[in-house]
């Protein structure tokens, strides 16, 4: 079922299948829609009640005016949780979407059965991509959101994988038409200002089941980075998921679906 509904005083777009006995909230990246997840909810559906929504200033969700920080997602999310009747939950999160997913286990831990960061990481941004966003702004600002789209998301594969997931990649840069670059610049500098999220990780290790996933071949979080990480946090479960890139989800959804399966089934 697809509906909308007013949560944190915006209009969310809310999908939601409805089924199962445990609810697995999955949040998507920057630039996507709920529609990213769309061949891995009928993978996961099959075992979990599945719910994603358009993010604040994505897709056919409303925006903050200027900053659509992760604490103001994390309370949209919680309010679409009670508008579907959803107690708890296990909460995934690609990229931009594990920001917020780390937002609302800090926030509303009582709300969350588990934590997935998908392709995803505790750090805030370096200065140097404090900079990079700023000019993404001012280039959205210039009307060039989709030559932005064009750019960056074919980035997002794993090149191996390019050819075979065309379509898929041409559907998600068609679908930056929907949304308002006011709500984009808004979650841009909602991500420039996200905290630290490693002591909270750290914190929560061993008492809320956690889960990293990740590609081998991500461009923006590369195998070293992955390998520091696996020795920094060692109270997370870290899967990595062979020949796939930022998005492990589209380039891998059976082995990806599988790694977040057995998490479930192992703390549910």
Do not use: W
Not at 126 to 152: F, T
Request: charged share 30%; glycine share 6%; hydrophobic share 40%.
């Amino acid at each position: 079922m697809e509906f909308f509904a007013i949560s944190n005083d915006i209009p969310v777009f809310i999908s939601d299948t409805q089924k199962g006995d445990e609810t697995l909230v999955l949040l998507h990246g920057y630039l996507e829609t709920h529609y990213i997840f769309s061949e891995f909810t009928e993978l996961l559906e099959k075992k979990y009640r599945v719910i994603s929504i358009d993010l604040p200033g994505h897709g056919l969700s409303g925006s903050k005016d200027d900053v659509n920080s992760m604490e103001f997602a994390a309370a949209v999310v919680v309010e679409v949780m009670d508008k579907c009747k959803v107690g708890r939950a296990f909460i995934a999160g690609h990229s931009m979407g594990g920001y917020v997913a780390q937002a609302c286990a800090e926030l509303y831990p009582q709300r969350f059965k588990g934590l997935v960061l998908l392709n995803s990481v505790p750090f805030p941004d370096s200065e140097e991509k404090k900079a990079d966003r700023e000019r993404e702004i001012s280039l959205i600002q210039s009307s060039m959101l989709g030559r932005i789209a064009e750019i960056s998301i074919p980035r997002m594969y794993d090149s191996e994988n390019l050819r075979n997931l065309d379509e898929k990649i041409q559907e998600t840069i068609e679908l930056c038409e929907t949304h308002d670059p006011k709500g984009i610049a808004a979650s841009l500098r909602g991500m420039m200002q996200r905290k630290d999220y490693s002591s909270f990780i750290k914190e929560i290790a061993g008492k809320t089941p956690t889960l990293f996933i990740y590609g081998d071949k991500d461009k923006f979080n590369p195998i070293e980075r992955i390998n520091a990480i696996i020795d920094e946090f060692k109270g997370v479960e870290i899967k990595i998921i062979p020949d796939t890139g930022h998005n492990s989800f589209i380039e891998k959804p059976q082995e990806t679906a599988d790694a977040l399966c057995s998490f479930i089934d192992a703390n549910r």
